[in-house]
């Protein structure tokens, strides 16, 4: 390996590495859904090395009509194919360990710490997580919350702050728990009336905040039910989850537009129908550190990861309510 380290040491640290490598491979960061595959599915069909990749979206077209006796009228149904052309990106650190911590661990037989490998790869999920969400303009990556093939929902102006969208205001209620349950149940709605009853929407992601909100608070002053407790049931099949950077200064900060390509005046929340066939994330190469090597009184490891973006397939499936 070297010649400043003795071969025992030379194999403590392989064995090190190997072990902590195993330990790392299966950690898993709750606070970050979308590199885990909560959200949307992760495709690992690409083969390692995938520079670029095509998928389709779908949107199905026409309808059918009570006929004549010959008829020559008949409506036409017919599916309209776009392809797109994905990127795949590389996601790179590494992480080290000096000579004499090397040796210092093989003399007294203390097994390396782990902290450096979880970090580089909590470092890569975090970047991961945030491609998928917001894309990168500069590499040509289409994030989930920037899909300019989504539809907008126009949500109620019967708030009574600013803006009039909005059902919060620097965390006070600005609109009563009736017209949040309104806007969401027609948010929930859009996507079915606007596939043509094809798709239905199966996942709601609000901002912490929000959620948080209508998590505990009452549909009425005699209501035992909080207004997400109603709105689950009577939108059975929904699931409603809260994400973190759903909020308008995130959404901002990464070039996040509202409605009409304006500045957003408030927060954001989606609705997904959420299967392989509409959409997914692809993922030639799941986080892996590579052999390690000499840099000065160091032994390096580099890690790389390879992902696309979020494709999204069928964007009637699909749907944001921005300035919420």
């Not at 019967?158 to 059902?167: I, K, L």
Request: charged residues 20%.
């Amino acid at each position: 390996m070297t010649e400043l380290l003795k071969k025992e040491d030379a194999h403590f640290l392989a064995e090190e590495l190997l072990r902590i490598k195993k330990q790392v491979i299966e950690t898993e960061y709750p606070e970050m859904p979308f590199a885990n595959g909560d959200i949307l599915p992760i495709s690992t069909e690409l083969p390692e090395g995938t520079k670029y990749y095509e998928y389709k979206i779908y949107n199905k077209l026409g309808m059918a009509k009570i006929i004549a006796n010959p008829a020559d009228d008949l409506p036409r149904t017919d599916i309209e194919v776009k392809k797109v052309a994905g990127k795949i990106v590389e996601i790179g650190n590494q992480f080290g360990y000096s000579f004499k911590d090397i040796r210092s661990a093989s003399l007294t037989g203390t097994p390396l710490k782990s902290d450096l490998q979880m970090n580089a790869k909590e470092q890569a999920y975090r970047k991961f997580d945030e491609l998928i969400q917001y894309g990168d303009a500069a590499h040509n990556i289409v994030g989930l919350y920037n899909n300019s093939n989504i539809t907008e929902y126009a949500v109620s102006t019967v708030g009574t702050g600013s803006p009039n969208t909005a059902w919060l205001v620097s965390g006070v209620a600005t609109k009563t728990a009736d017209q949040i349950i309104a806007d969401i149940n027609g948010f929930v709605n859009s996507i079915y009336i606007n596939s043509k009853k094809t798709k239905r929407a199966n996942l709601v992601l609000l901002p912490l905040l929000h959620y948080t909100y209508i998590a505990s608070t009452p549909r009425s002053a005699t209501s035992d039910k909080t207004i997400l407790d109603w709105v689950v049931s009577v939108n059975p099949g929904v699931k409603f989850m809260e994400v973190n950077g759903l909020d308008k200064n995130t959404l901002t900060s990464y070039g996040i537009l509202g409605p009409t390509g304006a500045a957003l005046t408030g927060s954001m929340m989606m609705a997904l129908t959420v299967n392989p066939q509409t959409a997914e994330i692809n993922m030639p190469m799941n986080f892996k550190m590579q052999p390690e090597y000499q840099l000065g009184l160091e032994m390096l490891t580099p890690c790389e990861m390879e992902i696309g973006g979020a494709d999204v397939k069928m964007p009637l499936g699909f749907a944001y309510a921005k300035n919420i």
